[in-house]
């Protein structure tokens, strides 16, 4: 076998080779190794910058409230229909997430793992530098919410991807501790953000935010890379089979019903709190539990899914979310069970986004992991634009007021429905009930 190191990622070039990287479900771990081809530490710097990307883009996601919260309190006072136009801004970036994976999943194959990166960082650091200048909330939805977005939308599913291709045994622990980044990295630039506002202001806190991710992302960007890559297919080569397999549109569902529930208890939890006589600091740090909670999940289930498979570590976290927001949230009005509440669904969310890769890859092949996984993440940003206001509507609706029953019933029924859904999966991949799947 000979090896083509020209390129930042490299084709093994063999007949049994070629024949793996053209079949889109093969597995090429159960045949061929061509990891081996590096030196040992390059699948940890892969793992590595993609939790370093992760934490940069996910963490400032987390920390626009800290700069929308000063703008509504001391910028845009009394302006109601500003204040409004501010609130979108978190959210067109959480949907931008998720809306270009399909693409960005595409290019990455195709293209480069790398240089996709590179671009999307770039894009990042632009997006914050330009809203920096603004001084109107449409513009700041223009730079933070399309310009940033489109950045950190190029750079998710690659990230989320890449360490999956390096690792056989440890595949699941090595994506879980990569996307472990997004926790973390919320809970180290949040709190900068906030001290960068408090100490300069909101402009000088976006440049500066511009400056670290221009530098720690391309260094980061420098090592993401996977061990082969298909330089047979082109940008006009785009695989629609997919979307004809039954498994691929469960799958789809599952994604869609999960993301529709996910941030809503982040979102409503701490309203809930304060409602039920828990201090506005104390609903804080519950929510911030429940973030720790997730960061740990997403390390925690990758590892199970390494031992107990990754289908049944899937079905378990869906099932105790499910639960969590059946049985736990309605009688969380208290620190006690608050926290058990934060515990389980911080958790087994933040477990979900270890699994939901490794998943694709386990059902429909590694070697097209990241343009499977970017399409559910593109049917994830129809999901999440949908289920906050759902679920707002649900709680001002006729009968439920602020007793907040009616909301956590509808989380727990997507729950649920993920749930089935994903049970369909695994029973359609085994019918044994103990197999490690």
């Known amino acids: 076998m000979t090896i083509d190191k020209d390129s930042d990622d490299w084709i093994a070039k063999s007949p049994a080779t070629d024949a793996l990287i053209i079949d889109g479900g093969a597995d090429l771990n159960n045949t061929l190794d061509p990891t081996l081809e590096f030196p040992t530490y390059t699948r940890y710097a892969v793992i590595a910058s993609c939790f370093v990307i992760q934490g940069l883009s996910c963490g400032l996601v987390h920390s626009w409230g800290v700069q929308q919260e000063y703008l509504a309190a001391n910028v845009y006072v009394g302006e109601t229909s500003k204040i409004k136009t501010l609130s979108y801004i978190g959210t067109l970036m959480y949907f931008s997430l998720y809306l270009w994976g399909m693409l960005a999943g595409w290019l990455a194959e195709v293209w480069s793992y790398r240089k996709l990166c590179f671009v999307g960082i770039v894009i990042m650091a632009i997006g914050q530098l330009l809203a920096s200048f603004c001084k109107e909330p449409w513009q700041l939805c223009l730079t933070e919410g399309v310009v940033f977005g ?6 998710f599913s690659p990230t989320s991807t890449a360490p ?34 408090r100490e300069t202001s909101v402009e000088w806190s976006l440049r500066i ?41 469960i799958h789809a569902w599952m994604v869609f019903f999960v993301t529709a529930a996910y941030i809503v208890p982040y979102a409503f939890l701490p309203e809930f709190w304060v409602d039920n006589g828990i201090s506005s600091q104390t609903a804080s740090v519950l929510i911030a539990v429940a973030n720790v909670a997730s960061s740990v999940g997403r390390v925690a289930t990758g590892f199970a899914a390494d031992y107990i498979g990754v289908l049944n570590s899937l079905v378990l976290c869906l099932a105790i979310a499910s639960i969590s927001c059946f049985v736990l949230w309605p009688f969380a009005t208290g620190i006690g069970v608050g926290v058990v509440m934060g515990l389980c669904y911080g958790f087994t969310a933040g477990g979900y986004w270890s699994l939901a890769p490794l998943a694709a890859g386990k059902l429909f092949g590694v070697d097209k992991l990241a343009s499977n996984a ?3 993440y593109t049917v994830s940003a129809v999901g999440a634009w949908l289920g906050g206001p759902a679920a707002g509507a649900i709680l001002s609706g006729p009968g439920h007021g602020t007793n907040f029953i009616g909301m956590s019933a509808y989380v727990g029924a997507l729950w649920l429905a993920a749930l089935v859904l994903a049970i369909v999966n695994r029973s359609l991949f085994s019918k044994r009930f103990f197999a490690k799947i």
């Open 150 to 155: 489109l950045g950190i939308g190029l750079v």
């Open 164 to 197: 999956a291709r390096w690792f056989t045994k440890r595949r699941g622990l090595a994506t879980g501790v990569a996307v472990a980044g997004v926790g973390v990295g919320g809970l180290v630039i949040a709190p900068l953000t906030e001290f960068l506002v």
């Open 209 to 249: 935010s511009a400056i670290y991710i221009i530098v720690l992302g391309s260094i980061a960007c420098y090592f993401v890379r996977v061990p082969f890559q298909d330089k047979t297919r082109t940008l006009r080569s785009f695989d629609w089979h997919a979307f004809g397999d039954w498994r691929f549109a």
């Open 374 to 376: 970017g399409i559910f």
